[in-house]
């Protein structure tokens, strides 16, 4: 396939809101299970190892039109529990046998009990991560959240998630890990030939497909896409943050890009480089995955930072290491973690001089123009006064 | 070196050729092409290698080829600057004295402070509704039976213009019917909405605080000098000491900067060794 099938082929699993691909997978054995989760981070390896597909929710996105799930929220709540819920309650979620709510927010958490109260028949968890960096303390913590959610997902399946299993799912996953890693090294390397809706979408395919096929789907985009030809523009070079959570539509990553910006970093769908390195397949596969979690996972807004000073040093890192030449603080309106952190992020771009501007996005966002005509004059301003 | 600047407007392309040797620029040439329901994207390419033909030239001689206003989607550009920041250029470029800009399309009106270099210091746009532009004058032209040329010197000869509708074309057009209906003279008629439009673009420069100084007009409707009378008087009345000002290149300011940015830009790329490739 060229890069312009894989990345159709990607679109048209993004755009399924009736999850078809997962819904195949699991139809094609009966004892296959599907858990769905939502973002930031969990660790896929257990569902993995216990022969189930893990299926990322990441809202509607701007097809979806939320009827139901606006009767839930005031509006002064961000937009993905609310086609979440629609997912749900219009039967499109039906399929799934259990959902992992992450530790985002309070909105997410809130949602995990209602998700309870309306689908009691399925395994929900709310999936807490530790906010103590300590092996012993949240070391400890955390692996203990792991052997739980490991017996629920054994009672849930009827299979016992043995230690080999999650070794070999870890293995996969660590290809994974790797395979995106490449990807993103490959797009700040070579932008215009690996653009953002193509990383996006690949990126997105991820949460629906089984691991292995991703895999595959990765390989074979990247030996094409580096071979392309495509001329270089004159785009500066800009990493988006903020978007870890409601994800931004299509539309408006390709204006910033329309709008003369490479975008070299993201963080979009953090879970695919959650783990930033090779997670030892040696050992207690439990213990190694509460490891990397406290030392080298990435960081984010709804990651606990116990330390002010730290606060931003990521972001600061990734804009040095990518050769950035500013940073777009685009966050969902009324995500909390996103917001409430970008006051300290600018501060830190300003210490550091490193242009940046905010907005704001919801996943159905229409209007792309302002986007446009801020992040082109915010191009304009670093090609020529930076 | 040569540079070109591209500027996709919603009525016209206009495309403009720069050489720039030993610290000196010189304009080479320019071309305007009104779209008139053809392919946009399709008149650029035309437009700009009918220009580079006619100066015996070829794509390949040219270092920077910058795009402006909807041009992001030109696939030959080698960058893309925004019309704030190109119209800014463009009218220094052409009046050394521009303190402000009023960029007037035949969509958007567009108000820009500027710094003696070109740098955009503050800008405003109208929104989109069309009774702020140059498209809904030559519709009203064009149901009056004015040729556009005609539409200034008619609006100068006005003795008692009628004020139409700012806030929305559709009934700015109602206005106007009914003024025809009630005998009201054409020269009366285009004078109340020069005035209409003027005010509001007035209102855009004390916006961003361009209170004194020489505001350029670019953008087609630069050359109608009805609109720039009207405008001049709608500053007075607001008490701006604002001297609105046409240049008989006006319409070119957006290319003209595009390329001029499109120069400045390659040397600084050349100085960080990090050029793009024009294709």
Same mark, same amino acid.
């Given at each position: 396939?060229?890069?312009?099938?894989?990345?159709?082929?990607?679109?048209?699993?993004?755009?399924?809101?009736?999850?078809?691909?997962?819904?195949?997978?699991?139809?094609?054995?009966?004892?296959?299970?599907?858990? /769905?989760?939502?973002? @930031?981070?969990?660790?896929?390896?257990?569902?993995? *190892?216990?022969?189930?597909?893990?299926?990322?929710?990441?809202? $509607?996105?701007?097809?979806?039109?939320?009827?139901?799930?606006?009767?839930?929220?005031?509006?002064?709540?961000?937009?993905?529990?609310?086609?979440?819920?629609?997912?749900?309650?219009? $039967?499109?979620?039906?399929?799934?046998?259990?959902?992992?709510?992450?530790?985002?927010?309070?909105?997410?958490?809130?949602?995990?009990?209602?998700?309870?109260?309306?689908?009691?028949?399925?395994?929900?968890?709310?999936?807490?991560?530790?906010?103590?960096?300590?092996?012993?303390?949240? /070391?400890?913590?955390?692996?203990?959240?792991?052997?739980?959610?490991?017996?629920?997902?054994?009672?849930?399946?009827?299979?016992?998630?043995?230690?080999?299993?999650?070794?070999?799912?870890?293995?996969?996953?660590?290809?994974?890990?790797?395979?995106?890693?490449?990807?993103?090294?490959?797009?700040?390397?070579?932008?215009?030939?690996?653009?953002?809706?193509?990383?996006?979408?690949?990126?997105?395919?991820?949460?629906?497909?089984? @691991?292995?096929?991703?895999?595959?789907?990765?390989?074979?985009?990247?030996?094409?896409?580096?071979?392309?030809?495509?001329?270089?523009?004159?785009?500066?070079?800009?990493?988006?943050?903020?978007?870890?959570?409601?994800?931004?539509?299509?539309?408006?990553?390709?204006?910033?890009?329309?709008?003369?910006?490479?975008? @070299?970093?993201?963080?979009?769908?953090?879970?695919?480089?959650?783990?930033?390195?090779?997670?030892?397949?040696? /050992?207690?596969?439990?213990?190694?995955?509460?490891?990397?979690?406290?030392?080298?996972?990435?960081?984010?807004? *709804?990651?606990?930072?116990?330390?002010?000073?730290?606060?931003?040093?990521?972001?600061?890192?990734?804009?040095?290491?990518?050769?950035?030449?500013?940073?777009?603080?685009? *966050?969902?309106?009324?995500?909390?973690?996103?917001?409430?952190?970008?006051?300290?992020?600018?501060?830190?771009?300003?210490?550091?001089?490193?242009?940046?501007?905010?907005?704001?996005?919801?996943?159905?966002?229409?209007?792309?123009?302002?986007?446009?005509?801020?992040? /082109?004059?915010?191009?304009?301003?670093?090609?020529?006064?930076? | 070196?040569?540079?070109?600047?591209?500027?996709?407007?919603?009525?016209?392309?206009?495309?403009?050729?720069?050489?720039?040797?030993?610290?000196?620029?010189?304009?080479?040439?320019?071309?305007?092409?009104?779209?008139?329901?053809?392919?946009?994207?399709?008149?650029?390419?035309?437009?700009?290698?009918?220009?580079?033909?006619?100066?015996?030239?070829?794509?390949?001689?040219?270092?920077?080829?910058?795009?402006?206003?909807?041009?992001?989607?030109?696939? &030959?550009?080698?960058?893309? &600057?925004?019309?704030?920041?190109?119209?800014?250029?463009?009218?220094?470029?052409?009046?050394?004295?521009?303190?402000?800009?009023?960029?007037?399309?035949?969509?958007?009106?567009?108000?820009?402070?500027?710094?003696?270099?070109?740098?955009?210091?503050?800008?405003?746009?109208?929104?989109?509704?069309?009774?702020?532009?140059?498209? &809904?004058?030559?519709?009203?032209?064009?149901?009056?039976?004015?040729?556009?040329?005609?539409?200034?010197?008619?609006?100068?000869?006005?003795?008692?213009?009628?004020?139409?509708?700012?806030?929305?074309?559709?009934?700015?057009?109602?206005?106007?019917?009914?003024?025809?209906?009630?005998?009201?003279?054409?020269?009366?008629?285009?004078?109340?909405?020069?005035?209409?439009?003027?005010?509001?673009?007035?209102?855009?420069?004390?916006?961003?605080?361009?209170?004194?100084?020489?505001?350029?007009?670019?953008?087609?409707?630069?050359?109608?000098?009805?609109?720039?009378?009207?405008?001049?008087?709608?500053?007075?009345?607001?008490?701006?000491?604002?001297?609105?000002?046409?240049?008989?290149?006006?319409?070119?300011?957006?290319?003209?900067?595009?390329?001029?940015?499109?120069?400045?830009?390659?040397?600084?790329?050349?100085?960080?060794?990090?050029?793009?490739?024009?294709?």
């Amino acid at each position: 396939m060229s890069t312009a099938e894989i990345i159709k082929r990607c679109e048209e699993l993004y755009e399924d809101t009736h999850f078809t691909a997962a819904r195949e997978w699991k139809a094609a054995d009966p004892s296959r299970r599907v858990i /769905g989760y939502m973002p @930031v981070y969990v660790p896929r390896e257990i569902m993995h *190892a216990a022969n189930m597909l893990s299926l990322g929710i990441l809202g $509607g996105g701007d097809k979806l039109e939320v009827i139901h799930g606006d009767a839930y929220y005031q509006s002064y709540i961000c937009r993905i529990p609310r086609s979440t819920i629609e997912l749900g309650k219009s $039967g499109r979620l039906d399929f799934v046998d259990g959902m992992l709510f992450p530790s985002i927010c309070d909105v997410i958490r809130n949602l995990s009990g209602m998700w309870k109260l309306m689908f009691p028949s399925s395994y929900v968890r709310y999936f807490d991560v530790p906010q103590n960096y300590k092996d012993d303390v949240g /070391g400890n913590y955390y692996v203990a959240e792991l052997q739980e959610l490991r017996e629920g997902l054994e009672k849930l399946s009827g299979n016992k998630i043995t230690d080999e299993a999650l070794r070999n799912s870890i293995a996969i996953y660590n290809i994974n890990r790797a395979l995106i890693r490449e990807l993103y090294d490959l797009r700040a390397e070579m932008p215009h030939n690996v653009s953002s809706n193509d990383v996006y979408l690949l990126n997105r395919a991820g949460m629906v497909l089984p @691991v292995e096929e991703h895999n595959e789907i990765l390989r074979e985009y990247m030996d094409k896409a580096a071979q392309q030809d495509n001329p270089v523009r004159d785009n500066c070079r800009i990493i988006i943050n903020g978007s870890f959570c409601e994800q931004p539509p299509l539309n408006l990553i390709r204006s910033v890009e329309m709008a003369g910006c490479y975008i @070299v970093d993201d963080d979009y769908m953090l879970i695919n480089r959650w783990l930033l390195n090779e997670v030892p397949v040696d /050992g207690d596969p439990l213990e190694n995955l509460a490891k990397a979690f406290l030392h080298e996972s990435a960081d984010s807004a *709804a990651k606990y930072c116990d330390r002010e000073e730290d606060v931003g040093q990521y972001l600061l890192s990734t804009v040095r290491e990518r050769r950035a030449e500013g940073v777009i603080f685009a *966050a969902p309106s009324f995500c909390d973690p996103a917001l409430l952190e970008r006051p300290m992020l600018t501060e830190r771009m300003k210490e550091h001089e490193i242009p940046h501007i905010s907005f704001k996005y919801a996943e159905n966002s229409g209007q792309m123009q302002p986007i446009r005509e801020q992040a /082109g004059t915010f191009a304009d301003s670093i090609k020529l006064w930076s | 070196m040569i540079t070109a600047g591209i500027d996709l407007g919603t009525g016209a392309v206009k495309a403009v050729l720069f050489k720039h040797e030993n610290g000196k620029t010189e304009w080479l040439g320019k071309r305007n092409h009104r779209i008139r329901q053809r392919d946009p994207l399709e008149l650029c390419a035309q437009a700009y290698d009918q220009l580079l033909a006619e100066h015996g030239l070829s794509r390949d001689d040219v270092t920077y080829c910058a795009t402006t206003g909807e041009g992001e989607n030109i696939d &030959f550009r080698t960058g893309h &600057f925004y019309s704030m920041t190109t119209h800014a250029r463009g009218a220094i470029y052409l009046d050394p004295d521009t303190t402000s800009v009023l960029d007037m399309g035949a969509l958007h009106g567009r108000a820009v402070k500027t710094d003696s270099m070109g740098k955009v210091l503050n800008y405003r746009m109208t929104s989109q509704c069309a009774s702020g532009s140059g498209q &809904f004058l030559e519709n009203i032209s064009r149901y009056l039976g004015i040729a556009q040329d005609e539409i200034g010197p008619l609006s100068k000869e006005a003795d008692d213009p009628e004020v139409v509708s700012s806030i929305c074309a559709v009934l700015a057009e109602t206005d106007v019917i009914n003024m025809v209906s009630r005998g009201i003279s054409a020269p009366n008629i285009l004078k109340g909405i020069h005035l209409s439009m003027a005010g509001r673009l007035a209102k855009l420069l004390r916006v961003i605080k361009a209170t004194d100084g020489v505001c350029l007009c670019t953008g087609g409707l630069a050359l109608d000098s009805g609109m720039i009378d009207a405008l001049n008087e709608s500053l007075d009345k607001m008490k701006l000491k604002v001297e609105a000002r046409a240049h008989e290149d006006s319409p070119y300011a957006g290319a003209i900067g595009a390329a001029l940015w499109g120069a400045y830009r390659h040397q600084k790329l050349q100085q960080q060794e990090a050029l793009a490739q024009a294709s």
